[in-house]
């Protein structure tokens, strides 16, 4: 398993502060009770601690295997599928299609894969707010990156939208139009 590259920078911090922190616990005043400035050192060094476990979770990029076979879909993201809906997605697909929103929790690997392989014809990047991203609002007033995606074979035509929400606030891609995907 690795670990995403935005999120090191953050693990990182949190370690370094951790170990700061309980290097000062050895120097801080010992503590007559509960409240005393060694325990409350000690505290937020695990406090700190916890914050790059949880860094190291949230970032994580486990290897994936994608079937064999010609064409297949996969999911782009790990979540809990909210809803299959038919919609009108005029700016690449240009006319109805089906939408299946997938939410992920702070708990889901929030690295997304390509669900086809093919080509990046189109990229949208909308500027927007940080609603929970699993309100009906979010997907209409939250930062998005689109990517539109013709598949290998040139039969069809794959959007995928990626929503920001409350806690995972940046949306991070780097495929460009034009970029080859697997």
């Known amino acids: 398993m690795q670990i995403a590259r935005e999120g090191v920078p953050l693990i990182l911090t949190f370690l370094g502060v951790h170990v700061l ?3 000062g616990a050895f120097v801080a ?6 409240f005393g400035p060694r325990n409350l050192v000690l505290f937020l060094a695990l406090f700190f601690a916890l914050l790059a476990l949880f ?3 949230f970032f994580r990029d486990p290897e994936r295997r994608v079937p064999d076979g010609p064409g297949p879909v996969v ?5 809990r599928v909210l809803a299959v809906e038919k919609v009108a997605e005029p700016d690449f697909i240009g006319g109805e299609c089906e939408r299946i929103s997938i939410f992920m929790s702070v708990f889901d690997v929030h690295v997304n894969r390509c669900p086809v392989a093919g080509t990046v014809l189109y990229r949208n990047y909308r500027p ?11 997907s209409l007033g939250n930062e998005a990156l689109s990517l539109g995606i013709e598949t290998a074979d040139g039969i069809s035509r794959i959007l995928v939208r990626q ?15 034009g970029s080859p995907l697997e």
């Open 128 to 138: 927007g707010r940080f609603f929970n991203a699993s309100l009906d609002k979010a």
């Open 55 to 57: 860094s190291l979770y």
């Open 29 to 34: 005043p010992p503590s007559a009770g509960w």
């Open 21 to 23: 922190l309980a290097a």
């Open 163 to 177: 929503i920001a929400g409350l806690i995972a606030r940046r949306i991070v891609c780097r495929a460009s139009e």
């Open 75 to 79: 999911s782009p993201a790990d979540g």
